[in-house]
């Protein structure tokens, strides 16, 4: 299990519940675990209040992580992470005087003292963390991190003997790799996490990449595992839209240069995937964090033959990343319990031999199947309605989008769970709320109404015969009408943003590594400094002319998410996507849309006109069901008609059982 930050290292008596987060993955079946970055020292930290390992009370504390891992059989390392210039505070320090462009502070440039004392603090951090009884520590060399940054010259301006060379700018990992070994004896693992394609400017090359390998592993390391671009980097390297295992190239590259076991990284979500990285050789281990935040088991599963019950990690980023940035704990959109295992614990019916209480949930979009198969998990009978022809919701719309096709292994999931756990599904159905009324159905207990959402209507006066057709979302991803040559999209959310996407990608072009590289400029031959330099980017697109508008001022997209956003407002513009601001939509005319902005009406050719204005939830028979006194509670977009917030759903979903 790759290292993944949750939060809970920073938060009080949060190491209690860290150790039940990594107990249920040690149980679940994982051999090795990597905790998330713990700083050396106050400056390295990522933030004011975060982690770090210094002191031996602090070594005390984390005692209660290592025996909860152990009980199991398995082995867990501490990451030592020195943030350097990416650290969020005013004290951060770095190589040299240059500010990253992720962050608003100028970090110091440290000293030779200060590099020295640096150096020593990660030595005093491994061997705190082998008395706290960690099995070993993942010196973190990647990412754009302090010891990364004194490896590249983009960020490495001394001329001291930590600058200047190669040689010489890869002085300070080794150092810190080989004091370490010495420090805490030869049985230690020690993983060092090698940047191997920095994809930023002035980066690596391959052949520096190799030398630094082999220097790694004669200075002492355990395990080579691989890092995959900086933060900074404008190169998607683990979100949904980069394709499975894009990256195992790079770690079968580097495998035939060194003798000690390399980890394969990134994008890596099931057990097909990992067996194929290692029958093709292409590394010794596989290294998955995200994967274990959705489900806990996964490992158990994968051994015995139960792949389709695994609860896939669908890269979205939403739960896990982009709460870490803002430091909020972790979570997982599509396993509500991570990080909160003592918060929300699943608790069985006690029956003492008696039937089942029954549960109805009437809507089969994510927050119903969630609903259902938590009451089904717990022990209740259970009967799951939906009115369409087959499960999933908003997620079946989801999927279709380019770069988005992993939404489908969430339904996927939740079909195979609800099966096996023998809960009544009927499709094709409205659950009979007149029964209750009447007292036909005195055995359901609850009902949970999961109805979801519906797009909302815009009236929009037409004038002419000729004019543009006015679709919804849902009408153009499900396949119902098709898209034209010319569109205009009036909505710059979310889905906005994913209709766009869906327009401007060519018509049944599966994602593969060899397009994903060559669309974002990345050498598949490793050659390219970095990766990424003087290689051009391939932009195919579909043809079509798509124009994007908003009724408010500003920017497009500023609700995407913090970690992918950026991806989708790349895409589109790499698309060629016109945007438009501060738009009153008047009417529609043979030759368009006539709308206003800032008080001159304008004519935006289109031949279609997808409306992405927002949701209305679906609430028709709740009325009915409210006269009947039967307990219900409302969930997901039923409850609120949020902009498709697939994690609030499931959650509530999860939430809406786990109380009853």
């Not at 509500?336 to 069985?348: D, F, H, K, V």
């Not at 989801?398 to 599904?425: H, M, S």
Request: proline share 5%; with cysteine.
């Amino acid at each position: 299990m790759g290292s993944i930050h949750t939060g809970l290292e920073e938060e009080k008596g949060g190491l209690a519940k860290l150790a039940a987060f990594f107990e249920e993955r040690a149980k679940g079946g994982v051999g090795l675990i990597i905790t998330g970055g713990v700083a050396p020292n106050f400056a390295g930290r990522v933030s004011p209040w975060g982690a770090q390992l210094s002191f031996k009370f602090q070594a005390r504390r984390h005692e209660v992580v290592t025996s909860a891992v152990h009980r199991h059989g398995a082995k867990i390392c501490l990451q030592i992470l020195h943030a350097g210039r990416y650290a969020y505070h005013p004290l951060q320090v770095a190589p040299s005087r240059i500010k990253a462009p992720i962050n608003p502070f100028t970090p110091w440039p440290l000293t030779g003292f200060g590099v020295r004392r640096t150096i020593r603090d990660f030595v005093n951090c491994a061997r705190l963390a082998q008395d706290a009884g960690y099995d070993g520590v993942e010196i973190m060399g990647s990412e754009g991190y302090l010891l990364n940054q004194f490896i590249a010259a983009r960020t490495n301006k001394r001329t001291d003997r930590y600058g200047g060379s190669y040689e010489n700018r890869i002085r300070m990992p080794l150092e810190v790799i080989e004091l370490t070994r010495k420090a805490t004896g030869g049985g230690f693992i020690i993983v060092y996490r090698l940047s191997m394609l920095d994809l930023v400017p002035e980066g690596s090359d391959w052949g520096e990449i190799v030398t630094l390998a082999r220097a790694a592993e004669r200075a002492g390391a355990s395990i080579l595992n691989t890092g995959i671009g900086w933060h900074e980097a404008r190169v998607p390297t683990i979100a949904t839209s980069v394709p499975r295992a894009a990256f195992s190239k790079v770690t079968a590259k580097i495998k035939s240069e060194i003798k000690i076991p390399v980890a394969a990284v990134n994008r890596i979500n099931m057990p097909a995937v990992a067996e194929s990285i290692l029958a093709k050789g292409e590394a010794d281990l596989v290294t998955m964090a995200r994967p274990f935040l959705a489900d806990a088991e996964f490992m158990a599963k994968a051994r015995a033959g139960r792949d389709s019950e695994i609860n896939t990690c669908i890269a979205c980023n939403q739960a896990c990343l982009d709460h870490v940035f803002v430091g909020k704990r972790a979570n997982c959109l599509v396993n509500p319990r991570a990080c909160y295992e003592t918060e929300m614990p699943l608790r069985p019916l006690q029956l003492n031999g008696g039937k089942p209480p029954r549960v109805w949930v009437i809507g089969g979009g994510v927050a119903g199947m969630s609903a259902a198969l938590t009451a089904a998990e717990r022990g209740f009978a259970v009967t799951l309605f939906e009115a369409g022809p087959r499960l999933g919701g908003q997620f079946n719309l989801a999927q279709v989008i380019p770069g988005k096709e992993e939404f489908l292994e969430t339904t996927r999931y939740y079909e195979t769970r609800l099966k096996l756990l023998g809960v009544d599904i009927r499709l094709g159905a409205r659950a009979p709320i007149g029964e209750l009324a009447t007292g036909g159905t005195q055995s359901v207990a609850h009902v949970i109404w999961a109805t979801g959402v519906r797009p909302r209507p815009i009236e929009l006066p037409r004038e002419g015969t000729r004019g543009p057709a006015v679709v919804s979302y849902s009408a153009l991803l499900s396949g119902e009408v098709k898209p034209a040559k010319r569109v205009a999209i009036i909505g710059g959310g979310g889905i906005g943003f994913d209709v766009a996407e869906f327009l401007t990608h060519p018509e049944g072009a599966a994602p593969t590594v060899d397009g994903f590289f060559a669309h974002w400029g990345i050498d598949p031959d490793l050659r390219a400094r970095s990766g990424t330099a003087g290689m051009s980017r391939k932009i195919h697109g579909s043809g079509r002319e798509v124009t994007m508008l908003q009724r408010k001022d500003g920017p497009f997209g500023r609700t995407l998410g913090k970690t992918t956003g950026w991806i989708h407002r790349a895409s589109i513009k790499d698309q060629g996507v016109k945007q438009l601001s501060g738009v009153l939509y008047k009417r529609v005319i043979d030759d368009g849309l006539v709308v206003s902005i800032q008080g001159e009406e304008k004519v935006i050719p289109c031949d279609q006109i997808v409306v992405c204005a927002g949701q209305e939830s679906v609430v028709e028979g709740l009325k009915e069901l409210e006269v009947t006194g039967v307990p219900f509670t409302v969930v997901g977009g039923a409850r609120l008609a949020g902009e498709l917030d697939a994690k609030r759903a499931i959650q509530e979903g999860f939430g809406s059982v786990a109380r009853i």
